[in-house]
């Protein structure tokens, strides 16, 4: 018959090691792509360096491959730029971007990677790194991904690096889980397709002659005006006479377009960059109109670094009229300057700001008098 010693159960015991970790992603974009796709195989293009938790990186996209063995797609690698003296250990993911923020390619690596120590001597190659020599096929990616808009294509790099990696006390006999690669948050681009896509969408807007579909609840819950007008007392929806369009009047399709973009994705489309200041002033008051603070403080920054003798006056009746007064202020100081004012005063628009807006009759008057 066994002892009782050696009936025991052996004693069990577990550590683990926990690393920290920290993340980040870099956005390249390519523009222009018809013309870098005729760089030979081997050749890639280098984004500027980014920081993510502490160290600096490099994203390297080779249009014909990175080898001949390669030639015929896409390599996109990560490199680590900089000198080093101890391994960096990181998770990354590659994706393919549409103009409208939705996936349209990934490619990721799950198991955590070691970039080596190796200094950088500035040649292509040397910095150490990781990525995908075979990541797309560069057919598909031109002619069937949609991933190319515009002659332009954008890829996001996504990395989390592991630092400090330390024992804690043992509290169970079980293991810790694996680390899990856990990309940053993407819920902006799922609304984006939700409005690209305009499924389940249940209000219509008429505007230039054209008509925008989009989804009450999202406008509601961005713009207490949209929810007076869809849910409240003023609603104009599929209730009403109107058979569920709702018509705005005395504003560009371009304009309600960008705002539906930001109500959705909290950021505006990369398409206004052309006349981008006009935009803003448009902008401007279609924010002040729906009551989306946010969007309204972006435009008068953006604003900001418009002024100029052309447009002091422009501006600083736009927001005179729009309540922006931190806008009112920068146009002010700006005026306050005597080179400036006079160069104003020059050209008609201080006579003209004088009439159209009265309300800045005592702060234009104090100028002059200055």
Known sequence: MPSASSRRKPSRSASTIVADKAGGYHDLKIAGYSRIKALPTGVPLRSIPFAISGHRWRIEFYPN????????????????????????????????????????????????????????????????????????????????????????????????????????????AEAAAPATFVP????????????????????????????????????????????????GTTREGADSNTGGVVRVDDMEVQVFKALLCFLYTDSLPETMKKDEDVMYQHLLVAADRYDVERLKLI??????????????????????????HWLKKACLDFLSTPANLKAVMASGSFEHLSRSCPSLKTALIAILAT
Not at 80 to 87: A, C, F, G, Q, Y
Not at 209 to 229: D, I
Not at 303 to 318: F, S
Request: glycine content about 8%; hydrophobic content about 40%; some cysteine.
């Open 299 to 324: 435009c008068e920054d953006k604003l900001g670094k418009y002024i100029d003798v052309k447009t002091v006056a422009t501006i600083l009746t736009l927001a005179e009229q729009h309540n922006c």
């Open 65 to 172: 491959g990175g080898d001949d063995g390669s030639a015929d797609f896409v390599s996109l690698y990560l490199r680590l730029d900089e000198d080093v003296t101890r391994e960096a250990m990181a998770q990354y993911q590659f994706t393919f971007m549409a103009e409208h923020r939705a996936l349209l390619f990934r490619k990721r690596m799950e198991k955590v990677k070691s970039i080596p120590a190796c200094p950088a001597v500035g040649i292509c190659g040397s910095h150490s790194g990781f990525g995908f020599s075979k990541f797309v096929k560069r057919s598909f990616l031109e002619e069937s991904s949609g991933a190319i808009k515009n002659d332009s294509l954008t890829i996001r790099c996504d990395v989390v690096v592991f630092n400090n990696l330390r024992p804690l006390e043992a509290t169970t």
């Open 184 to 231: 940053p948050p993407d819920l902006h681009r799922h609304l984006a397709d939700l409005l690209q896509t305009g499924k389940g969408a249940d209000v219509v807007f008429q505007i230039g002659g054209e008509t925008l579909a989009a989804h009450r609840c999202v406008l509601a819950a961005r713009s207490p005006v949209f929810s007076a007008e869809l849910f």
